[in-house]
C-alpha cells in the first residue's frame, strides 16, 4: 500500500530514494491472550504475561503482553510497511520504549518516519537512515517507540 509522502522510486530502496519526513504505514494484527500468553511462556515467563488473576495483583492489574513481544510483532508489521530497503533492514542500533503496557485485545498497526539520512564517511557505499515508530493500538494510543539507525546501500557511489 503506498502512502502520500513515500518516496516515488519503487521497493527496494537505497538511500538516494528516501527523505526525511516521509512516512510509511503498516496494516494490523489483532492480539489475544491465547498468543500473550504462549509468547510469555517461553520467552517472559511473569505472572503479568501468564495468568490472568495473578496478572490483576501486579502494577498492570491485569495480563499485558511482555515489552519483546510488542516489539517482534512491531518488527513483523515494520517490515509491512513498504519500507523495503535493498538488502533486508539491517540495524545498527536501537533505543525503545513502552509508555503503555500492551492489553491482549490490541489491534496494532505501526507508523514509522525517516528522520534522518546521512552517507557514511568510511563507507562510502552505504549510509545510515533513522527512523522512528510508533506502536499504536486501535484507539490510537502509543504502545511502544523505537528509535533505530539502519544501514542502507547507497546506488551512486
Known amino acids: 500500500m503506498e502512502h502520500p509522502n513515500q518516496p516515488a522510486a519503487k521497493p527496494p530502496y537505497y538511500l538516494e530514494?528516501?527523505?526525511?519526513?516521509?512516512?510509511?504505514?503498516?496494516?494490523?494484527?489483532?492480539?489475544?491472550?491465547?498468543?500473550?500468553?504462549?509468547?510469555?511462556?517461553?520467552?517472559?515467563?511473569?505472572?503479568?504475561h501468564l495468568d490472568p488473576e495473578a496478572a490483576k495483583g501486579t502494577l498492570f492489574q491485569g495480563l499485558v503482553a511482555s515489552g519483546w513481544h510488542t516489539a517482534a510483532i512491531s518488527m513483523r508489521l515494520l517490515l509491512d510497511t513498504g519500507l523495503t530497503i535493498a538488502g533486508g533492514m539491517i540495524g545498527a542500533g536501537a533505543e525503545i520504549s513502552w509508555?503503555?503496557?500492551t492489553p491482549?485485545?490490541?489491534?496494532?498497526?505501526?507508523?514509522?518516519?525517516?528522520m534522518d539520512l546521512r552517507t557514511s564517511r568510511s563507507r562510502p557505499d552505504r549510509g545510515i537512515v533513522t527512523i522512528r515508530s510508533e506502536t499504536?493500538?486501535?484507539?490510537?494510543?502509543?504502545?511502544?517507540?523505537l528509535v533505530a539507525k539502519l544501514i542502507v546501500p547507497r546506488r551512486i557511489i
Open 104 to 114: 491482549p485485545d490490541s489491534l496494532l498497526h505501526v507508523e514509522c518516519e525517516i
Open 99 to 101: 509508555p503503555r503496557p
Open 17 to 48: 530514494d528516501l527523505q526525511v519526513g516521509q512516512r510509511f504505514i503498516s496494516g494490523t494484527h489483532q492480539l489475544d491472550a491465547e498468543q500473550v500468553k504462549a509468547f510469555a511462556k517461553q520467552y517472559d515467563p511473569q505472572p503479568f
Open 136 to 145: 499504536r493500538d486501535q484507539l490510537g494510543e502509543i504502545l511502544q517507540v
